[in-house]
């Protein structure tokens, strides 16, 4: 089973159409990649204050059902290994209450050295193995 | 020429990574789109208050350059049809200094209205003119 | 025993400093009203819909302690009466673990109705008694 | 005359009320306090990344009049010495249309060195002479 981090919606977060603003489902995703990383002892913070930094290279987000105020809703992270160096997220945000996809979305990244190199930390390494988009 | 608007990087919008944060670029899209669609005397948050939603269907961004404290930079938009009801904004922003590409983006779209149907304003349908991606 | 309301820190609340961004604690303290007032059966979004607006008047905001990515806090919020048609929010957010004060506010709000003129609904008479600052 | 930053309201920064969130007017206000710091010679990144932070240790924000998707907008800045260590901004916001006053605010703030004990920069020194508030 995939790691499922569930949240809820702000009022802040929705806009003067009244549902989530777009952007706010890529903060969504970013913090629900960072806990996943976290379930796996990979501390994006902390890496960014060694000088490790992981970023995002592409993102692909498929906006299917509006969020609106008070809306619960989790958010399904499922690793992907792209190539030696490169790893993606396969995200999906479901609505809590009838469990319908709101947003699929797909994050491609990489790590970068101290003097902006990439490379392959051995904690990538192990989390993302070997799959299939 | 392109619609172009100029915009500089805001402190308030970098992370803990020191560089713009990834989701504020979609704000940055989300900006330029909405001016420019003003500059064709289409106004969104008109539009919103008379119950017609011009939706977001899919993003597709690409990071290349990372954006940093006090960067100016300027967001390009070209409208695309893409079908009877579709259309899609290609946008890339670009550092103003060097005019390195930062961010290369499509986002499609839609326009819904009170009964939440696919429509096509009249207003979409004179800007956004046949076109190829 | 007043309100209380369960968060954590995202790493995308996080500015450069490395540090949650303070106009990120308004957004928390928003958020906390919000659940604090549909605790008490009373829906922001709702009223919104219906044109009864409550709005804010004034924010004090004593910053004490800086939280940073993956602190745990919890935001205590406790209504107050300030006059026939105003009323306050003392709220005051602490670090989870070591119950250290980090932010004390005071956030004083009106209502106000369709036609822009301050009111009184029943439901924040209810809830807002006379009390002391 | 006081500095002044020019400034427009985004789409994306209004809520589900249709006005600007109260806590974008936070960003607005530190924006503007960077850019004055800026022209001063002192650079809030830089700073920061001289592991030099200049925190906000309390915010008086009175909320004048709503600012709504579209308005233009000013944020005028003015200096105030508090004490030996600690400063204040006095800022406002108007509208422009109508010069209305939008927002009345008061921040005061400290220089914090490296090891997290406050002091005094000569540039904040030279910048922040004696006033009243």
């Known amino acids: 089973?995939?790691?499922?981090?569930?949240m809820k919606v702000r009022d802040y977060e929705c806009?003067?159409?009244?549902?989530?603003?777009?952007?706010?489902?890529?903060?969504?995703?970013e913090h629900a990649r960072h806990e996943f990383l976290h379930a796996q002892n990979i501390d994006?913070?902390?890496?960014?204050?060694?000088q490790i930094h992981l970023v995002v290279l592409r993102s692909e987000?498929?906006?299917?059902?509006?969020?609106?105020?008070?809306d619960h809703?989790?958010?399904?992270?499922?690793?992907v290994r792209l190539s030696?160096?490169?790893?993606?997220?396969?995200?999906?945000?479901?609505r809590r209450q009838d469990n319908k996809l709101a947003i699929d979305?797909?994050?491609t990244g990489v790590a970068i050295d101290a003097r902006g190199r990439p490379f392959l930390p051995a904690d990538i390494d192990r989390v993302f193995t070997a799959g299939t988009v």
């Open 1 to 6: 089973m995939p790691f499922r981090l569930e």
């Open 15 to 29: 806009d003067l159409q009244g549902i989530v603003n777009n952007s706010v489902y890529s903060n969504y995703l």
């Open 44 to 50: 994006f913070a902390q890496l960014a204050a060694e």
């Open 61 to 70: 987000i498929d906006f299917k059902v509006s969020l609106v105020p008070g």
């Open 73 to 79: 809703f989790y958010v399904e992270v499922v690793p």
């Open 84 to 94: 030696r160096l490169k790893f993606a997220f396969k995200q999906r945000i479901f």
């Open 105 to 107: 979305a797909l994050v």
